[in-house]
């Protein structure tokens, strides 16, 4: 019986029933792409790093964990240094650098082209050659796909024209490389770099090479590529975390309001229903099971519609922007469905309890 009546009253107001349930999905929607976009970007940016090949990484004193948010203030000379130390390989001195421009926000990959290759293991060309002029760059399939760029193109990075001389395969560390020294000398950093790749002459040589390079280097940041990796999540960003959690509870707070809204106009609407059925001995429970029960069912629908368009908002942007990564998990997904139920009915539970709180003979003599 209650079930008939639950459905009668969400069929009663088809618009406001597809308004809450919209909601409902909309904030599924944006819980699940803005974790997907963070968590994804964190650890894409992980194993473009871990897919460079090397087993350490040393970065200035300072510098933020992610790459790229940092000065160049190490000389290049120490990969001298670090070089001569027993059982390393090769080092690899990079210089990174934020190109903000028309074509989006890209960190470039300063590179020595024999340092680099000897510790990644070379890049895997799809079309072009390796850098040789000063005004080159190399850019992976995935970057060269998103903007439509062929070799021979020329392209506008760092405000300066650079000649797209290679598309290589996406993976190793950046999207976009070019001459060390051509990024020195555009950001005034000659001779020196941001970060050093080093590449041991046995994986299991990390921890020895590590201990000499930090007595080396004391004030240096000195990490295993592994435990970067451990360190690739917005826990480690505090500001990345306060800013999902926002996005988060502004999406619980429409789906919230938007299911209040509709059962509490719900309520007024049927005053008279109420007295009538409370006249013919409804209990308060009834009532308010009634209610409960109608804003759980419009909940499912919300949550169901916006799996679906999650699945389909998702397929959209990473055709349209294939250089963005979103990573959707399983947790996350029961998650948000579970916060917007929980919204959904806290939203409901005042409507509720105030219809069950009607009087009958008020609510009889209600226009």
């Known amino acids: 019986m209650i079930g008939e009546l639950v459905f009668a009253n969400i069929l009663h107001r088809p618009v406001r029933t597809t308004v809450s349930v919209l909601a409902v999905g909309i904030e599924i929607v944006l819980v699940l792409l803005v974790v997907g976009l963070t968590t994804g970007t964190l650890r894409d940016s992980g194993r473009r790093v871990e897919g460079v090949g090397a087993d350490i990484m040393v970065r200035p004193p300072g510098s933020s964990f992610f790459l790229g948010l940092t000065a160049a203030p190490m ?39 024999k340092t680099f290759d000897e510790v990644s293991g070379g890049f895997i060309f799809l079309a072009g050659h390796p850098l040789r002029d000063k005004w080159d760059v190399l850019v992976d399939d995935t970057y060269a796909r998103a903007k439509h760029i062929k070799v021979g193109e020329s392209i506008e990075l760092l405000n300066h024209e650079f000649k797209v001389c290679g598309i290589v395969h996406h993976g190793k560390g950046g999207r976009l490389f070019m001459p060390i020294s051509t990024v020195q000398q555009i950001m005034g950093a000659t001779g020196h770099a941001n970060l050093f790749f080093v590449k041991c ?21 000195v990490i295993s590529v592994r435990e970067y990796m451990s360190m690739m999540t917005s826990n480690n960003l505090p500001a990345l975390t306060d800013f999902v959690r926002a996005i988060i509870a502004i999406a619980l707070s429409v789906g919230f309001l938007v299911i209040f809204l509709s059962m509490y106009t719900a309520t007024s609407e049927r005053t008279r229903e109420i007295g009538i059925m409370k006249s013919l001995g409804a209990s308060k429970l009834y009532l308010m099971s009634a209610y409960l029960e109608e804003a759980a069912l419009m909940a499912a629908a919300g949550i169901a519609v916006g799996y679906i368009g999650t699945y389909v908002v998702t397929q959209l942007v990473l055709a349209y922007l294939p250089t963005l990564t979103i990573y959707l998990t399983v947790g996350w997904a029961v998650r948000a469905g579970m916060l917007a139920a929980a919204g959904a009915l806290i939203g409901a539970f005042y409507p509720a309890l105030r219809a069950a709180r009607l009087d009958p003979v008020d609510a009889l003599g209600y226009e």
């Open 75 to 113: 000389p290049d000379k120490l990969a001298g240094l670090i070089d001569q130390i027993r059982k390393v390989k090769q080092v690899a001195p990079v210089l990174l650098e934020f190109n903000p421009g028309s074509s989006g926000l890209n960190v470039i990959y300063g590179i020595d082209m």
């Open 201 to 221: 002459t046995k994986r299991s040589y990390t921890p020895e090479v590590l201990d000499a390079i930090r007595k080396l280097l004391p004030d240096y940041h």
